[in-house]
């Protein structure tokens, strides 16, 4: 059939959606130099397409400036339309940034931290995910059989992030039926959180390709496994070596990792607003599902809310690039550049405060009596959206890290969100999550 390419210009949101305007593929070079038009209420709108309480209305105008490197191209080879998109940031119509950019808000902080301590962020997103086109059997959890009753959606995938400059590092089976895992390598910096929205974006287009869909929200379907998404990530000093591993350390924790990880545990419970923004983001933080419930540091725990990895022991191992902490309170439903944004926020104030670095746990913080917990400065993490919406407005160290229209835009918003689902049972709730994730 006759065809004609088109190129879309897009956004992650603060739903953590990707919405963004075409044009044809020959325009391209002067759409690069111009960007294409867009709406402050378009960041209003919600994970279900309604639009919350909008500050904006139908009024102002703001332009999509295309991010050169975070184009995509892919073609899958098998006559659809070829993925051809850019990640852009949002510019008023005068060219200064939007203050509501959040890909801004993640370079702010990334500044923020390299200007005042020299240090940059090494980091990358895995993803949970339940794939629909894979057949379910009993006993399939992490099994080599899950791997191929997925049959070929996989490969395609890694090739797919491959060619859109994204180093895949691991596709797997996960516990869940239909459940799976993908990784890639790590980037230094916003490249992370990029890397990020590209891979959902392109596990949703090679579901496609069969027919199919993924779902990364964080519960598809009552019961089932939960689906996370880690970031993991190290401190780079100006020259790119890792300074996150101290050999003589406890747990191999450097002071300056320490107190980064020390400030992102302090306002944890803030954060959650933004790494667990969705209503049932709640279900999946809950004991016993390999998901955070507090705001502890553990030694190769997987359900610590920061998780100290394991690294090679064998004598002479070369450790220090392979150090790394995993953040766990996070999933599919947050946008990876508020996540990312607010970690560095957070880290940089635990330094600037110099915080001592937290004790690790090695044993479940839920069985701690509440006055252990605070004697360890354990705290639970909220249980609800509004409890967490509530806490970052209480938080106002968290608070002052966002320019006041995107605090405004962003409590709006998941508000408007939480009141979309407020009549729902939880199934119904889970169900509307999982078609929209
Ligand atoms: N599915 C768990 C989560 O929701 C994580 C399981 C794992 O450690 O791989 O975070
Ligand atoms: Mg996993």
Redesign the pocket.
């Known amino acids: 059939m006759n065809r004609e390419d088109i190129v879309m210009f897009c956004v992650s949101d603060i739903a953590g959606k990707v919405r963004g305007k075409g044009f044809p593929a020959r325009d391209l070079e002067k759409r690069l130099e111009q960007g294409v038009g867009w709406t402050p209420t378009n960041i209003m709108i919600t994970a279900f397409s309604d639009i919350a309480d909008t500050p904006w209305g139908p009024r102002g105008d703001l332009v999509l400036v295309p991010v050169r490197e975070t184009e995509v191209k892919v073609d899958f080879g098998d006559g659809s339309a070829p993925e051809h998109f850019f990640l852009c940031e949002v510019q008023n119509t005068d060219g200064t940034p939007w203050e509501c950019c959040l890909r801004r808000f993640l370079r702010g902080a990334l500044d923020d931290l390299r200007r005042e301590t020299g240090l940059r962020i090494f980091s990358a997103f895995e993803h949970?995910f339940h794939y629909d086109g894979a057949e379910k059997r009993l006993g399939d959890a992490y099994a080599l059989d899950a791997f191929r009753t997925q049959g070929l959606f996989a490969s395609v995938l890694l090739y797919a992030l491959r060619a859109a400059g994204i180093e895949p590092d691991g596709f797997l089976p996960?516990?869940?039926a239909g459940?799976y895992?993908v990784t890639c390598t790590p980037s230094e910096g916003a490249a992370a959180a990029d890397a990020a929205v590209v891979l959902r974006e392109l596990a949703q287009a090679a579901a496609r390709r069969f027919g199919h869909r993924v779902s990364f929200s964080?519960l598809v379907t009552g019961g089932s496994?939960?689906?996370?998404?880690?970031v993991h990530f190290s401190l780079l000093d100006g020259d790119g070596r890792p300074v996150a591993y101290d050999p003589k350390a406890p747990f191999g924790l450097s002071e300056i990792a320490g107190r980064f990880v020390a400030g992102i545990l302090k306002h944890m419970p803030a954060l959650c607003a933004l790494t667990a923004a969705s209503v049932v983001s709640y279900e999946?933080l809950k004991p016993n599902?390999?998901?955070p419930t507090c705001t502890n540091l553990g030694y190769r725990d997987?359900e610590a809310c920061v998780r100290i990895c394991p690294v090679p022991e064998q004598p002479g191992a070369e450790v220090a690039s392979r150090y790394n902490l995993e953040f766990?309170a996070a999933?599919g439903c947050a946008s990876p550049y508020l996540v990312l944004g607010a970690l560095v926020h957070a880290g940089l104030e635990g330094i600037r405060q110099t915080l001592p670095a937290p004790r690790p746990t090695t044993d479940d913080p839920e069985k701690l009596s509440p006055a252990e917990r605070a004697e360890r400065g354990i705290a639970r993490l909220p249980r609800s959206l509004e409890e967490a919406l509530e806490t970052l407005e209480r938080d106002a160290t968290a608070c002052a890290w966002f320019p006041d229209a995107l605090l405004d835009a962003y409590l709006r918003h998941k508000r408007g969100e939480i009141a979309l689902v407020r009549d729902l049972d939880l199934d119904a709730q889970i169900e509307r999550y999982g078609e929209a994730y």
């Open positions: 949970e996960e516990y869940g459940q895992e964080p496994a939960t689906n996370g998404v880690h999946r599902q390999w998901s997987r766990r999933d």
